[in-house]
């Protein structure tokens, strides 16, 4: 079910004994809506500055943020759970477990660089922020046993900004498309065959206003692969691939990972290609190509990307 307005979902999945989650909040339907407005604080700059010797003054390096913290101020709501005091009250304690249960996350803090997602939509937009939950604590409150216990809640972001939560991916093959051609016997008027394409193969409109992350998988067979952003960077790995065999780049800050199945193949990138944090796909229209040795021209590769926002 799509969220409403105002609504935030907490999704992770299970790891072995450990629950996954898929727990939704925000708004009175909910039974856990927002006291407050939820705050977006951006953490600290990490600054390279350096003072000049022997002189007033500073040198600004090169500056790093480590993330936003948000936070929720929730109130936990069973009042109509129950017709006496003990019904709501027990049923309050069950709503708070529940939340703290999810907030608690041991699914995902048990893997290395594995994020959890948090979704929302905010003025019609749907967005998603990509890290952990952090505090969940139950505030002071004498309400509780009348069936209302407010909560204060974080979620840690891997980054700054956020996400479209509509991932977006184009096809790009070896082979070009079928030429249009004239259907015969010639006659005036002559007339074409085959529909025409709305757009070049490879070619994609990037939105937002920020540079996002793609997620580039090349399927074989094809040897010395390339994935090329026209007039930007070219991104090649030193291997061959066999038929349906897959390599996967995915240079997002919490994966920085190139896997064929479940190997690591970084290795084998060629010099003179970019590193992952700099593979970035810039906003507006671009096109991609894919480049390499593949006899059969059945080799193809499939980028897939998020519109990335300075804020919602």
């Not at 935030?8 to 909040?25: E, M």
């Not at 999810?102 to 929302?120: E, F, G, I, Q």
């Not at 905010?122 to 046993?145: D, I, V």
Request: overall charge neutral.
């Amino acid at each position: 079910m799509p969220l409403a307005e105002g609504e935030f979902k907490l999704t992770y999945s299970a790891n072995g004994v450990h629950p996954g989650a898929a727990f939704t909040f925000g708004t009175v339907r909910s039974g856990y809506y927002l006291l407050d407005d939820f705050e977006v604080k951006d953490t600290d700059v990490t600054s390279g500055d350096a003072p000049l010797p022997r002189e007033d003054g500073v040198r600004h390096g090169q500056d790093y943020t480590t993330g936003a913290v948000i936070t929720f101020e929730v109130g936990v709501d069973t009042v109509d759970d129950g017709d006496t005091l003990l019904e709501r009250h027990g049923a309050n304690l069950d709503a708070v477990s529940v939340m703290k249960q999810a907030w608690d996350a041991k699914a995902v803090r048990d893997r290395m660089a594995t994020p959890a997602v948090l979704s929302t939509t905010q003025g019609g937009r749907a967005r998603r922020w990509y890290g952990r939950p952090r505090q969940c604590a139950k505030a002071a409150s004498k309400l509780t046993r009348q069936g209302y216990t407010p909560v204060v809640a974080t979620f840690a972001t891997a980054h700054t900004g956020s996400f479209d939560d509509v991932e977006q991916s184009v096809r790009v093959d070896m082979a070009p498309p079928p030429h249009r051609g004239i259907k015969g016997p010639l006659k005036e008027p002559l007339s074409m065959v085959g529909e025409g394409t709305v757009r070049v193969p490879g070619e994609i409109t990037v939105r937002g206003n920020r540079p996002a992350w793609p997620v580039i998988t090349i399927t074989g067979p094809i040897s010395q692969p390339v994935c090329e952003l026209v007039g930007k960077w070219k991104f090649g790995l030193n291997l061959t691939l066999a038929a349906g065999e897959k390599v996967t780049v995915d240079p997002r800050p919490w994966a920085r990972t190139v896997l064929r199945g479940s190997g690591s193949v970084a290795g084998l990138i060629t010099r003179g290609s970019p590193l992952l944090e700099d593979l970035l796909i810039p906003t507006g229209r671009q096109d991609f190509v894919l480049r390499g040795t593949d006899a059969t021209a059945t080799a193809f590769m499939t980028v897939a990307w998020r519109d990335a926002y300075a804020y919602l």
